[in-house]
């Protein structure tokens, strides 16, 4: 969490946000937006330039989101609906994920949590450490079974025989000093584990004519449609028809204005609407 006397020294320089990073000649530069200035006019800063501006957490903060960028994590909204979902697969009930707070989940609902953020990004690999600690029988079951239907790889610190028995194929055994290797891993066929979400729009008017015949794009089938903007926040459904009208006239410029991409920058998933430029 960033200070308040870092706060105040953010609010003295006149700081809007770190936008982006780059290496250049060796040196780690931020692209820095300030309050009341054009984007176009954004500036470079060094990381000991910002650090000794005493910028420390809010560069840390804008490592750690470009991290989590790079690792996938903003490939998935992050909505209440999409993350309550998520939660229904692993058996924590509306009542725990979306109204509860995790203090007050027992030790079994807590390995389900824990479980389930391992699997938000859809790995291809999963390493766990004493997965069956708190499980009631009936969670290890379910447990088991989702681990065999699972397509990726599985890395397991266990205990409890019959539990990593069921799921892994290769056992590596360590007593009295060595390492003994009991059967053989198999290669699995890996199991498509996102789809892709449909929308279902409510046709207006204006649409119903352009569907009948209207002003329409012969080229819209290249522009992906949209349900969330640049930032990660999900359209509401007027947005969504208007972009689904300016996808349909090849107006590019209605579509970044609708998906909020600033000038000069490109939205992954939305290559073909460029960079405004």
Known sequence: KI???EEQKIKDFGLEGIWSRRLRAGIIEYEVKKWHVAEKDNKYYSKEELLSLGFEKL???TDEKI????AGLDLRPVTTTEIQKH????GLAQEFGTYGKVKGLSGGQKVKLVLAAAMWNCPHLLVLDEPTNYLDREALGALSTALNEWGGAVLMISHNKEFYSSVCKEEWHVREGRCFIEGISQERKMKAVAKKKKFAKEQDKEEKLE???GN????????KNATVDFWGKTMGKKDVRNFEKAKKKGDIAGMRKLLQIPLGKVMPGHENLGNGK
Do not use: H, R
């Not at 939660?87 to 692993?90: E, K, R, S």
């Open 59 to 61: 560069i840390k903060q």
């Open 67 to 70: 991290a989590a960028k790079d």
């Open 3 to 5: 200070s308040d006397e």
């Open 211 to 213: 569907s009948a015949g």
């Open 87 to 90: 939660l229904d697969d692993f």
């Open 216 to 223: 329409t794009n012969a080229n819209a089938d290249k522009y």
